[in-house]
């Protein structure tokens, strides 16, 4: 296979990355750069090819001048000239647009042998890959690394123009991208499913790896030596960042928690590497500014000699600073407003460096597989200063959390990720059979409700008797934290997954395995469904109160409701205000509001008649998760039907209460 890579922003090479030499030369190109030398290794890999654009520029440097760079005996980056010579930021790269497209169009045309697949990072660079869609047909996969409305919802915005032409491209590139690789669940579920286009079929969740080579030796002592002159402590516990001088990572939200605590401040330094703050990132009016707090923060709250500000540091001084701090018995703080995966978090982990993260994007998976520290709201003050107290003090908590992240870093391998993105690669290549669902005969439905299995239990199979059977999950979660427990489990792929207490179906279509929605259902499920209508009555409810935005989906409100006895006061309430509902009350008081067609049973008899089951009725009654032990049920077309009421094994809705409110 021949992959192209297109990634426009910031200095992309493979010389050494001068990270924060620019604000745009960040994490995304070590994810593309690790990417390619991953997937090179892989047999079926053939070719490879990273499309940046080429620019001329004596105070960056003669490198991204340079037609071509030479990465490996199977990859190389390609540089091709747009209208301007110059480098331009991401929010300039637009007026590049055109240009590029016909320099990659001439590019590919010219090329011996097309790239099978294109994998576009960053808006810019998939509006690039949707146009060579339609030139050449060639399909593409978008990463977007960041949004720009999870920007916009999470720091504003001073320059609304820039943000809506991002947003308009973002949504043309996800509606026209034969594939989504997000990094993490909340990014799948959440970011993207704030855009129109966003089609959760088509979004992989495939955690990055991380080249953690290097990480969690003996420092060499060259880091504590340039410190030292920045500290009159040197030997204090360090509260460590390092990030890009911009607004969205929050640098300045860390410093003013560390400067309201006088605790900490008693007992710690801290230090934040910003990258290379070169010439490039003098001009950037971002960069001043952000540089420009933090100083005005240490010398309003007399700091000096107890935060260290270095201007810059090389790629391989990078373990070196994460072993200074977890000698130190210190932590890793990133407080960004939102991070939508952090790269930076498992080096730490492998450093042996306990983490304060913000709870806002992918470090919410990343510290539920790692446990090697605690997250807080990016915005909370007071939350940050105690979470880094709470690990400074706590000397067991800091053991048992470095403990946890030497231990569990490296599930986030390249190997584990390359494996992952080439059979996807590969399922996307091959050849698609229309209206395979209606062409294969299924006579038996095999449900399992996922929830609450235990990793011991036995994967659910297909009888060997029933020739033409399909699996189908239910579940009251969402599609991807369904996708990811059924990973995590070892279980096999199933046929249908029933999503969402009922509100969502998907299909993995055979023999290629690709998922798609099921869109009858969601558009019969959607008549007469009014959200915004339900959540302003359920609002003047005190005792409801509403589950976070990456519970929320189109056709489900979620709630919880601490005190079941109350129930009845929501039923009123939405009948009073003429609101036609399914009301779904599961285990622990979390609550569920679904369109009135919508349930599991439902939902599961649609699956049956989408599959060409015709005689296939389910219980009247909602069944309790309690009872998820009994191992499966076979639900065949010609057994008779089962009884209103009837307990069906197998076939549960996570709920212990279901009601209609009309």
């Known amino acids: 296979m021949f992959i192209l890579h297109i990634a426009l922003q910031g200095c992309v090479t493979g010389k050494g990355v001068p990270y924060g030499l620019t604000p745009d030369t960040g994490g995304h190109i070590k994810y593309v750069l690790e990417l390619v030398a991953a997937a090179d290794r892989k ?133 026209a991208a034969d594939r989504i690789v997000a990094s993490s669940i909340d990014e799948a579920e959440f970011q993207y499913g704030l855009y129109r286009a966003n089609a959760p079929h088509k979004v992989l969740v495939n955690r990055p790896g991380c080249n953690l080579a290097g990480f969690g030796g003996e420092a060499a002592g060259s880091v504590a030596t340039n410190l030292a002159r920045f500290l009159t402590e040197p030997d204090r516990p360090v509260l460590l960042a390092l990030a890009r001088p911009v607004h969205k990572k929050n640098l300045a939200g860390l410093l003013r928690a560390y400067a309201s605590c006088q605790a900490l401040r008693d007992k710690v330094n801290v230090v934040i590497y910003t990258g290379n703050r070169g010439p490039g990132a003098d001009r950037d009016a971002e960069t001043t500014a952000v540089m420009a707090e933090l100083n005005a923060i240490i010398a309003q709250n007399d700091l000096a000699g107890s935060v260290a500000l270095p201007d810059r540091h ?118 698609r059979q229309l209206n395979a669902l209606a062409r294969t005969r299924t006579d038996r439905l095999v449900v399992h409700a996922i929830d609450d299995m235990p990793p011991a239990a036995e994967p659910p199979r297909v009888l060997p008797h029933a020739r033409r059977s399909a699996l189908a999950y239910v579940s009251g979660r969402n599609l991807h934290s369904v996708l990811q427990h059924e990973a995590d489990l070892g279980l096999p792929p199933a046929r249908a997954y029933v999503t969402a207490a009922g509100a969502e179906i998907y299909y993995r279509d055979e023999p290629s395995g690709m998922l798609r929605s099921d869109e009858t259902w969601a558009f019969r499920a959607a008549l007469d469904w009014r959200p915004r209508e339900i959540a302003r009555a359920l609002a003047t409810l005190p005792f409801l109160k509403l589950q976070g935005a990456r519970e929320q989906r189109p056709l489900k409100l979620s709630y919880v409701l601490a005190d079941r006895r109350k129930l009845g006061a929501v039923e009123q309430l939405l009948a009073e205000a003429d609101c036609e509902v399914t009301i779904a009350l599961h285990s622990g008081g979390y609550l569920d509001v679904l369109p009135a067609a919508v349930s599991v049973d439902a939902a599961l008899a649609h699956v049956a008649s989408t599959l060409g089951i015709a005689s296939f009725q389910l219980p009247a009654a909602a069944l309790r998760s309690d009872d998820l032990p009994v191992p499966g049920a076979d639900l065949e077309g010609t057994a008779p039907p089962v009884a209103p009421g009837a307990m069906l094994a197998g076939v549960a809705l996570a709920a212990s209460h279901r009601s209609k409110s009309s």
């Open 43 to 175: 047999p079926s890999i053939t070719r490879q090819e990273i499309v940046v654009r080429r620019f001329c520029d004596a105070e960056l440097g003669t490198t991204y001048g340079e037609p071509h760079e030479r990465l490996s005996a199977k990859s190389e980056i390609v540089r091709l000239a747009g209208a301007h010579g110059r480098y331009l930021s991401k929010e300039d790269m637009h007026e590049e647009l055109p240009a590029l497209a016909e320099a990659l169009a001439r590019h590919i045309a010219e090329l011996p042998i097309r790239p099978d697949i294109i994998h576009a990072h960053y808006a810019d660079a998939g509006v690039l890959a949707a146009e060579m869609k339609r030139r050449f047909g060639i399909p593409f996969i978008f990463t977007a690394h960041s949004l720009g409305r999870v920007k916009a919802l999470c720091q504003g915005t001073a320059d609304r123009t820039v943000v809506a032409r991002r947003v308009a491209a973002e949504e043309r590139v996800i509606a």
């Open 314 to 431: 090389g790629p391989d001084e990078v373990p070196e600073i994460f072993r200074y701090a977890a000698d130190r018995r210190g932590l890793f703080v990133n407080v960004a407003l939102n991070e939508p995966f952090g790269l930076t978090f498992l080096e730490a982990a492998a450093s042996g460096l306990p983490v304060v993260a913000t709870n806002n994007g992918g470090p919410n998976d990343i510290l539920a597989r790692c446990k090697n520290g605690l997250l807080v709201d990016p915005r909370d003050t007071g939350a940050i200063a105690a979470a880094m107290l709470a690990l400074i003090v706590d000397d067991a908590a800091w053991r048992t959390a470095r403990a946890n992240g030497l231990a569990n870093c490296h599930e986030y391998s390249w190997d584990r990720h390359s494996e992952v993105y080439t059979a996807d690669v590969e399922q996307i290549l091959a050849p």
